[in-house]
């Protein structure tokens, strides 16, 4: 059973910039693909990025060019850099591998 741990979340001014970390143990990391997923007050949780095993990646319209998704199999890791963060980016922040492994999230805020 895998289990993921996020962090790096928090309060920050539009504009402003974070950086998640999400730590797996319990699989074989390097194998699996890993996504990042965000679910905002009243609304259904939606894909944010992801990236597969070999370190090809994919995001969501509403964040490219902002997001990066990064992944360090050496320390069982995967990052999300926000740059240019806006308030409609405000969510709990979920870390994903497969179909039922998710982290416990990280609340993300954006706001003046």
């Known amino acids: 059973q895998v289990q993921l741990v996020e962090s790096g979340g928090g309060l920050v001014q539009p504009g402003g910039s974070l950086r998640l970390s999400c730590a797996a143990s319990?699989?074989?990391?390097?194998?699996?693909?890993m996504g990042w997923y965000r679910q905002a007050p009243g609304k259904q949780r939606e894909f944010v990025a992801a990236?597969?095993?070999?370190?090809?990646?994919s995001y969501a319209d509403s964040v490219k060019g902002r997001f990066t998704i990064s992944r360090d199999n050496a320390q069982n890791t995967v990052y999300l850099q926000m740059n240019s963060l806006k308030p409609e980016d405000t969510a709990v922040y979920y870390c994903?591998?497969?179909?039922?492994?998710w982290g416990q999230g990280t609340q993300v805020t954006v706001s003046s």
């Open positions: 994903n591998q497969g179909p039922t492994s």
């Open positions: 319990g699989s074989i990391f390097r194998i699996f693909a």
């Open positions: 990236i597969t095993s070999s370190g090809s990646t």
